[in-house]
């Protein structure tokens, strides 16, 4: 008999059984709350907009979510681990313009891609070895090269756009695998299930939690703290680049301004998941909710025509109180017991 149970059975006191089986967890965890809501809206904009409910039109609306998706579950590893990336948007620039830039000098498709996906793995490494090496703060190396990236794809074109892009290209961005389900729906599910079982089936996964909730205590059980942080940045570059080449294939055509303003939405998209901005916690299921609300609520303000800077006012707020609320109740909490 433990020590506990001998003071229960002495007090008379019964100590509560802990959450054991995954169906009780599940029913206390946050991805529960996020299922209710994304229904929720779902419910919602079927009643909001008799458009809604079209199959042809729920496929239209992974587009809104699909590409950001792809970049929040790297993302979602990263801030775990204590870090952040906020130049995600800035890589698809980049990397986008290197394609525009390829297009024109007549490149095929296959390299075309190669490109893309080089060009964000080495922005990722560039983002890497300034906050490993050097032990700068992310948030800060990350704003730098926010503007660095995008500045970079401001000044080859200018106010131009690159065009012309090989008519197979176009099936990464707008092709459809079978009936409604499109190439980048069918690229978001499968990353979403390599993601999970890297996050909370490996040995990778659980040394990034180890280093979110103690990155002095994972270098002294072992753990190469700064070499698996510089592979996150790398894995958040190259998913940066599978986007660039999806949403420059859906659009066909390269602008500097394309992507501008996704760091914040997948920020959003990421903390809205559960993941905890200090690192530490979340997981990836909760990301793959999040995404679906977020789609949902875009698509939906989208079909009665609700502004674009209104949408970019939620998703402030939605930040926002993502943040603040777990933190408001915790305070009450303490508060009452206290």
């Known amino acids: 008999m433990s020590n506990a149970e001998a003071n229960s059975q002495a007090t008379g006191r019964r100590i509560p059984d802990r959450l054991r089986t995954p169906l009780q967890r599940f029913l206390a965890s946050w991805e529960l709350l996020l299922l209710v809501v994304a229904i929720g809206v779902f ?24 590409e950001k998706a792809l970049i929040a579950f790297a993302m979602a590893l990263l801030i775990i681990s204590g870090e952040i990336d906020l130049s995600v948007a800035s890589i698809i620039a980049l990397a986008s313009t290197a394609m525009g830039f390829a297009v024109q000098m007549g490149v095929d498709t296959s390299l075309l891609v190669l490109i893309g996906l080089g060009v964000g793995l080495a922005c990722g490494a560039f983002n890497g ?72 089936k490996t040995n990778f996964g659980r040394a990034v939690y180890v280093i979110g909730n103690n990155p002095v ?63 530490g916690s979340g997981t990836i299921p909760g990301v793959v ?13 989208g079909l009665l025509n609700v502004p674009g800077i209104v949408m970019s006012i939620f998703i402030g707020l939605l ?19 206290a």
Not at 289 to 301: C, D, E, L, P, Q
């Open 289 to 301: 909710i999040a995404a679906f609300v977020m789609g949902m609520v875009t698509f939906g303000f």
């Open 43 to 66: 419910v919602v904009n079927s009643f909001a907009s008799p458009y809604f409910l079209d199959p042809w039109n729920l496929s239209d609306a992974t587009f809104n979510f699909t």
């Open 129 to 200: 070895f300034l906050v490993t090496g050097f032990g700068l703060p992310s948030i800060v190396v990350t704003i730098g090269t926010m503007s660095l990236f995008r500045g970079v794809s401001y000044i080859v074109l200018g106010d131009k756009a690159y065009t012309g892009y090989p008519a197979d290209f176009a099936y990464f961005g707008q092709g459809y695998v079978w009936w409604v389900i499109s190439f980048e729906f069918l690229l978001f599910a499968v990353m979403a299930l390599l993601f999970a079982i890297l996050l909370h």
């Open 217 to 279: 205590g994972a270098l002294f059980s072992g753990i190469r703290v700064k070499r698996v942080k510089f592979a996150l940045f790398l894995l958040t570059g190259l998913m940066s680049g599978v986007a660039a080449v999806c949403l420059t294939s859906r659009l066909g055509a390269t602008r500097p301004s394309i992507a501008f303003g996704w760091e914040l939405e997948v920020v959003t998209m990421v903390v809205l998941g559960g993941i905890n901005i200090l690192g």
């Open 319 to 337: 930040l926002i109180a993502v943040i603040a609320l777990p933190r408001i109740a915790r305070h009450i909490l303490a508060r009452r017991k």
